[in-house]
């Protein structure tokens, strides 16, 4: 009997097979098992003989039974080792590389210039409170200013109140005077919307904003920040620009500024030719501002300025059309080297 198991254990060749043979031979009804209980039924000397010798039989089958799945064990995992086997000698797919986006690129630079200047930044939400975009800012509900922002509303809440995608950067303005004490110098880059599109206006555009509250601020600190912001960002010795006088309800006086340039077929350039591309908008900040977040104007006084970091981007490399960088076409952005 125990060679015939034995032979069933060694031509076992699977774990399930194995296990058959196992419980036919040691499990609660399996023949060796049956055989142990026969001998309660012995005499002494019956049981002395076949005691042990049932008791031996009983070890070198579980060791065997042991050995056998320890093989196959062994077998299995060697079989997946071979299958699952990687060839790491063969070639990579080579992984396209990605690069920064130029209007990225004009954010970071941009963000240095003025971190170097003593400003620090500052945030807001993109879809803002029709307080901080508007009324705050001195654009009551029925003020005509709020036609010429072309705003993208929500849908209204259940109090009534419609969120809007922020039409500038100049609510955060409004957030930083309120949540902090003067002197202020920040500014604040990031996305902006208005329902309007053509070469020089996509839907969504990118600003940033500056704001200096302070004792004793006047507009000569203003223009010289721009001028001193054109000098470091364009590299140009000789970037024309042109103050004219214009309106927001939040600054008075206020201004408008326009960079000379010349726009050729598919390029522009910067320095040449007598066409004009308005940049920002940026004035004194209005006193009715000031006290609308709890400043005293006559303590102090402060200017601002809102401008397009698209626009900048399109001088910077000579690109006339603005709709170019937000078509997300590799062929373009690596004909300008923007990708690789
Ligand atoms: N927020 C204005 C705009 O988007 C620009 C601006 C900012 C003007 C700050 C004055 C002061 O047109």
């Known amino acids: 009997l125990e060679q015939e198991i034995l032979d069933q254990i060694t031509s076992a060749n699977t774990i399930e097979t194995l296990e058959n043979v196992r419980v036919s031979a040691l499990g609660k009804k399996g023949q060796v098992s049956l055989m142990m209980r026969e001998l309660g039924k012995m005499t002494p000397e019956e049981k002395k003989e076949f005691g042990p010798k049932l008791n031996a039989l009983k070890n070198s089958l579980n060791d065997a039974i042991a050995d056998r799945r320890e093989a ?69 509900p029925e003020h005509p200013a709020r036609q010429m922002h072309d705003t993208f509303y929500l849908p209204e809440d259940k109090d009534g109140n419609r969120k809007v995608l922020r039409t500038h950067t100049s609510p955060v303005q409004i957030r930083t005077m309120m949540n902090g004490k003067p002197p202020f110098r920040i ?130 490399w000579g690109i006339p059309d603005l709709r170019d960088f937000f078509a997300a076409d590799l062929r373009w952005l690596k004909h300008y080297g923007f990708a690789a």
């Not at 062994?74 to 209007?103: C, F, Y």
């Not at 206006?201 to 302070?214: I, K």
């Not at 601020?217 to 223009?223: F, T």
């Open 187 to 316: 500014i604040a880059p990031g996305r902006t919307y208005r329902c309007d599109s053509d070469a020089t206006h996509t839907p969504m555009f990118h600003q940033v904003e500056a704001l200096v509250v302070d004792k004793d601020i006047n507009m000569g600190h203003l223009k010289w920040c721009i001028e001193e912001f054109c000098r470091k960002f364009f590299e140009v010795d000789n970037v024309k620009t042109r103050f004219r006088p214009s309106y927001f309800p939040f600054t008075e006086p206020s201004a408008e500024m326009d960079i000379g340039c010349a726009f050729m077929g598919d390029e522009i350039r910067i320095g040449e030719g007598d066409d004009w591309l308005e940049i920002l908008g940026c004035g004194m900040v209005n006193p009715r501002v000031l006290e609308n977040v709890g400043l005293d104007p006559n303590e102090y006084q402060g200017f601002a300025f809102g401008m397009g970091l698209d626009r900048i981007a399109m001088l910077k």
């Open 72 to 140: 196959l064990e062994d077998e299995i995992l060697n079989q997946r080792l071979q299958s699952e086997k990687l060839d790491i000698t063969l070639p990579s797919v080579p992984a396209e590389p990605g690069s920064i986006h130029p209007i990225s690129q004009v954010i970071d630079e941009v963000t240095e210039i003025f971190t170097e200047m003593g400003f620090s930044v500052a945030e807001g939400p993109e879809i803002e409170e029709d307080f901080y975009n508007f009324t705050a800012l001195n654009i009551p």
